[in-house]
């Protein structure tokens, strides 16, 4: 069963950069064949999936966050992490790291594709 735990900082500032990590057990993101995603859901709005990273460690953005999106990954803690720089209130959300053998994973966290694995999320607000 593989299991993802997003952690971070649940307040950022304006203009800061916005850091989340997520801790993966149950797979190696290293080995097994997922694309190791960031999705998030602004408060009233639909998911909006941000980018992703292979086994390999390529990565892949969202065209309109790509400017402000930084995906790495930490081998030695079987862990991957997002950066958005620049943050405006507009980037609070609830933010996801999910597991999909699709680049895009399909679904909801509420409603997930059998062959999809999601953290809980974790809420992110951007304010002073």
């Known amino acids: 069963q593989v299991q993802l735990q997003e952690s971070g900082p649940g307040l950022v500032k304006p203009s800061q950069t916005l850091s989340l990590t997520c801790t993966v057990s149950g797979a190696s993101i290293t080995s097994d064949d997922y694309y190791w995603s960031w999705t998030r859901r602004p408060p009233g709005k639909g998911l909006e999936w941000m980018g992703a990273i292979n086994s390999m460690g390529s990565i892949w953005y969202s065209p309109s966050l790509e400017r402000r999106t930084s995906i790495s990954r930490d081998t030695s803690k079987n862990s991957f992490t997002l950066q958005v720089s620049a943050v405006t209130p507009e980037d609070t959300a609830v933010y996801y790291c999910?597991?999909?053998?699709?680049?895009?994973?399909?679904?909801?966290?509420?409603?997930?594709?059998?062959?999809?694995?999601w953290g809980q999320g974790t809420q992110v607000t951007v304010s002073s």
């Open positions: 999910a597991a999909s053998p699709n680049l895009m994973v399909g679904g909801t966290p509420e409603e997930k594709e059998d062959s999809d694995y």
